[in-house]
């Protein structure tokens, strides 16, 4: 191993916090390999879910998120990130090749950041207002322009169609066999590494109340007291100017700045991803998008006044993910 670089108990200390990084269901679609100084970050193929990203959209924000925050980890530790994006075109399994630099001088927010890893969780309950203390929505975008992707905060008008284009993506679902199964074995069930577990559903009451959220399987809890009223959440959508791996992959480098910029001052969050599953719904949302560009992934953000009541989505452990040499 090249001495220059960080030495392993960075690195796997590095991949512990990437491993927290959002997923579609909570599928952690993703290997790391660690050699010769450099950190490769792969997509695991086998954890494609063919029914609701067939075409791997997906699978790669959601290795743009993992990307994002070791990045986030590593500069805590005073390492910098030279991140060299899909280098090898004959590998389109390499996300990315990652060399490391000790001359990183990490800031108190990115503390704050690597803090937000921690505790970030993705909370499908309606949401109360953001709050005036957490300052202004618009400020969530700062990060992602190094990324190459826009942040548009959508006006309330917008959940008009928003919510159609959830009952369309509803309904093109409905009756498919196969992406009802795929949907039931991820989500739902108490497994000890992956998928989303049933406290982490919203209940039946909480779903009632919001009017875009994907239609998920029954909790395994209910609401003690149900609460009057509807989601009063921002929606926020990251888009891009092309519909390609590498745009795919920026954008969940770009979906996991905003995550963490939220979690850090306190802002609820939940991202969306059906509303992009279809082709139908997708295009009927196309025209929020600024200039064109195609909408990749929605996030609710607003406030909450308990916490989740569920934990910690599962994760598989370092050592399944990274392989050392």
Known sequence: MDTAGPDTGVIQSAVDLACRAPSVHNSQPWRWRYSAGRLDLFSDRTRLLPSTDPSGRQLHISCGAALHHVEVALTSLRWRSDIDLLPEPSLPRLVASIRCHRDATPRSHDFDLVSAIRHRRTDRRPFD????????????GDPV???????????????????????????????????????????????????????????????????????????????????PGVDQSTVLMLSTDSDTAAAWTR????????????????????????????ERSRDMIAGLAPHGGFPQVLLR???????PPAGHTPRRSTADVLTLH
């Open 129 to 140: 207002p953001v709050s005036a203390a957490a300052g202004p929505v618009e400020r969530l």
């Open 251 to 278: 954008c969940g480098q770009a979906l996991s700045a905003v995550l963490l910029e939220a979690t850090s001052r306190g802002i609820a969050t939940c991202p969306l991803t059906h509303l992009t599953d279809v």
């Open 145 to 227: 322009g190094r990324f190459g992707v826009a942040l548009t905060v959508l006006a309330p008008e917008a959940r008009t169609t928003l919510a159609a284009a959830t009952d369309a993506s509803a309904a093109a679902r409905r009756y498919d066999a196969d992406y009802q199964a795929e949907l039931h074995w991820w989500a739902g069930h108490s497994l000890p590494t992956e998928g989303i577990p049933p406290d982490s559903l919203a209940t039946t009451d909480e779903s009632a109340r919001v009017s875009i959220g994907r239609a998920f399987p029954r909790p395994g809890r209910e609401e003690s007291t149900p609460r």
């Open 301 to 307: 953000v607003g406030s909450v006044t308990s916490p």
